[in-house]
């Protein structure tokens, strides 16, 4: 099996990037099983504090290969159950991540490449991309992919994208919060290296349970037992041995040991 994709790593943070520029790096069952192993087993890794996810040639992903899609025509109902469930897995693996991850967009994300982008916690575009949910137009919809990229743009902006497949610009999809930044493509390094920064300058136990905090807060109605769970969560980060050192190191003025040690 040829790889898909492939792992550098500096430091504590290791970039993932697709290597099919060739495909416009559209996605087939072996790059989502290579997607899927990268990140948990980097997400496992106790060296790594941040994972860029990125892609070379023109294009971040086009979505689903040609030659995938013609296979999956001819599949049974069984077959498109077992097919999708892959996938699905595959980006609930890269959302579930322990450790942060970051969208890396340097050009053209189309139909599952979406979901690549809303599944990362932070995603920082070049400022000529192109986005489009172009489900409707193959007479599919953007199933597997939708709780992740309606958490991400809002469901007033998906109604729009998601039932007219039209495409859209690099500002709107800041301007609908798809993605949070917008950098050239002669910035778009330094601007995400600004972000891998603030993640591994933080400690790393605090940002593993901030990044499970907003998955399970988000759009949570604000309820007693919601009230409890957040008590509970601050109650531990303050015992826990990260949480100690971080106010000690505060209130001593000096680095906290997570960046002395680094």
Not at 63 to 79: H, P, Q, S
Not at 156 to 185: K, Q
Not at 209 to 232: G, P
Request: aromatic share 6%; net charge negative.
């Amino acid at each position: 099996m040829n790889s898909a994709v492939r792992i550098d790593t500096r430091g504590h943070v290791a970039t993932v990037t697709l290597v099919r520029p060739e495909v416009r790096n559209a996605f087939n069952d072996e790059v989502i099983a290579q997607l899927s192993e990268a990140f948990m087993r980097l997400g496992g890794d106790s060296q790594i504090r941040a994972i860029v996810l990125a892609a070379e040639g023109p294009a971040f992903c086009a979505g689903a290969d040609l030659n995938w899609m013609r296979r999956m025509a001819d599949y049974t109902r069984d077959e498109n159950l077992a097919d999708a469930a892959q996938l699905a897995f595959m980006l609930r693996t890269i959302y579930e991540c322990p450790k942060p991850t970051i969208a890396r967009v340097q050009g053209d994300v189309y139909a599952g490449g979406m979901g690549l982008v809303a599944v990362c916690d932070v995603a920082i575009s070049v400022d000529t991309a192109h986005f489009c949910l172009s489900e409707v137009k193959l007479g599919l919809i953007p199933a597997t992919i939708s709780p992740y990229v309606i958490r991400a743009m809002g469901p007033r902006a998906a109604h729009r994208w998601f039932l007219t497949a039209e495409r859209f610009d690099a500002a709107e999809a800041l301007r609908i919060g798809f993605v949070h930044e917008l950098a050239s493509a002669d910035a778009l390094d330094a601007k995400v290296g600004e972000i891998v920064h603030a993640l591994v300058s933080a400690s790393p136990n605090a940002v593993r349970q901030c990044k499970r905090l907003v998955q399970d807060v988000a759009e949570r109605d604000i309820s007693r037992l919601l009230i409890e769970r957040t008590v509970e969560d601050i109650a531990d980060i303050r015992a826990s041995d990260e949480g100690k050192e971080g106010v000690q190191s505060f209130l001593q003025k000096r680095k906290p040991n997570w960046l002395v040690t680094s």
